[in-house]
Every structure is written in structure tokens, then in C-alpha cells.
């Protein structure tokens, strides 16, 4: 079973469309949260949810709009879809806030957006 | 968070210890030195943390030096699977709700 699941491992788009990706954990974990890593290879955090509640948002255009309708699911929406939105996006659970009583994190294998 | 700096790249022969340093001169008293990799096209994988005493475990060794400035990330019998992207981070040890990820060293293991 994989821990963090996202789908679609790819996704190709037009500029201008609305599209969601998925995130799953099983780990049972409390905390979850999308990270967009650029061309450069940077990674940042965009949002993160503990127990369905928006923790941080880091500065994330709104036409990003995560949801987690519970604690094991956490699904990020994006309208208007524009080039610079390329990215690989990932998918992260732990517990606790990522606290070091908790452990690390648990990354998804990330979500592939070229938006054309 | 306290910052970190490491080496943009190293290289490796297989088999051989591979030894990441990290320097982290202004971490805290409270923040813990993490270690995580990301493997070309994977997420990012923990590899072990520490606060002052030196860590091992079936991946890694995790050496901090006594001022807790400085760290070295240690493979002790480096495969070609390890060829990755090495990442050090300070955080603290409560609830961050982030890792805030810097360049990292690419680690290349030749065979």
C-alpha cells in the first residue's frame, strides 16, 4: 500500500483550465500539506492542514484552493491555470505539525502540471 | 528557522562511505538537525535526525559536532541507488507545520 498517494502523476493542460489533484495518506497522520518544487528544483511549501484546518498558507495565489474533507485526504484546486503554474507539486503527511515526537514527513511521489 | 549551507555537489565512488557535511552556525538550542533526499523524480525521503548526540540508524549516521554548528550526514556503503539530492534542515523540535527546504548537495555515486 502506498503511504501518500497523489493522482495524476501527470497532468497536461491548457492555460486558463481548472484542474484539482488528489492527495491520500494511510499512515494515519494528522497533518498534511502541498509543496511545489520549480524548474530550479526548489522546494516550497504552499499550504499546510491539521485535522482538516488550514494551518499556513504561504502566500498562495487564491486561485489555489486546497480542501480536506478529512483528516486522511487533502486535494488541491487550482482555476485559471497559467504557465507559471508548471511545477512538480507534492503531496506531504506527518504528525503532530512534523513536530520530532511525531517523525518526519511522508512525501507523495509528486503530480507533474505543464500547463501549455 | 536557522539556515544551513552545504556543498552544491560531491561525488562518491560505490561502496565507499559517503560523508555530507552541513553547516547550521546559528541553530538554537531547541532545533534539531533533519536529514532528508530526494531521489530523481521521487518525493523527498527522511533520512534520520538528531539534536546533540550523534544517530544511527539502517539508512544513515547523523554525526553533530559538540557546538552543534555543523553536521555530517554519513552513507556508510554508498549504492548507485544513492545518487540524490541531500537535504539538511533545522527546525524546531515542536509542531512547524513546514520543512523549509534549501539547495541541498547533489551526492553522485559512481560506480
Known amino acids: 500500500d502506498t503511504a501518500v498517494s497523489q493522482t495524476p502523476k501527470y497532468l497536461v493542460t491548457q492555460m486558463g483550465n481548472d484542474k484539482s489533484i488528489k492527495c491520500e495518506q494511510n499512515?494515519?497522520?494528522?497533518?498534511m500539506y502541498w509543496y511545489k518544487q520549480d524548474s530550479k528544483k526548489f522546494l516550497k511549501i504552499m499550504f499546510s492542514?491539521?485535522?482538516?484546518?488550514?494551518?499556513i498558507n504561504e502566500t498562495v495565489p487564491n486561485r489555489f484552493s486546497p480542501k480536506s474533507p478529512d483528516k486522511a485526504h487533502l486535494n488541491l484546486h487550482i482555476n485559471s491555470l497559467e504557465l507559471g503554474d508548471s511545477a512538480v507539486y507534492f503531496c506531504?503527511?506527518?504528525?503532530?505539525?512534523?513536530?520530532?515526537?511525531?517523525?518526519?514527513?511522508?512525501f507523495g511521489s509528486g503530480t507533474r502540471l505543464t500547463v501549455v | 528557522d536557522a539556515k544551513t549551507t552545504q556543498p552544491p555537489s560531491m561525488d562518491c565512488a560505490e561502496g565507499r562511505a559517503a560523508n555530507l557535511p552541513c553547516n547550521h552556525s546559528?541553530?538554537?538550542?531547541?532545533?534539531?538537525v533533519y536529514w532528508y533526499r530526494q531521489i530523481h523524480s521521487q518525493g523527498p525521503q527522511y533520512i534520520i535526525h538528531?539534536?546533540?548526540n550523534n544517530e544511527t540508524n539502517e539508512m544513515a549516521s547523523l554525526i553533530i559536532t559538540e557546538d552543534r554548528k555543523s553536521s555530517t550526514l554519513i552513507l556508510p556503503h554508498a549504492t548507485l541507488r544513492d545518487t540524490a539530492v541531500y537535504y539538511c534542515?533545522?527546525?524546531?523540535?515542536?509542531?512547524?507545520?513546514?520543512?523549509?527546504f534549501g539547495k541541498g548537495t547533489l551526492l553522485t555515486v559512481n560506480p
Open positions: 538528531g539534536l546533540k
Open positions: 499512515l494515519g497522520h494528522d497533518t
Open positions: 534542515i533545522v527546525n524546531s523540535g515542536g509542531s512547524n507545520y513546514k520543512l523549509t
Open positions: 506531504a503527511s506527518s504528525r503532530e505539525g512534523g513536530s520530532v515526537a511525531g517523525g518526519g514527513y511522508t
Open positions: 546559528t541553530i538554537s538550542g531547541n532545533e534539531y
Open positions: 492542514y491539521n485535522n482538516k484546518e488550514l494551518i
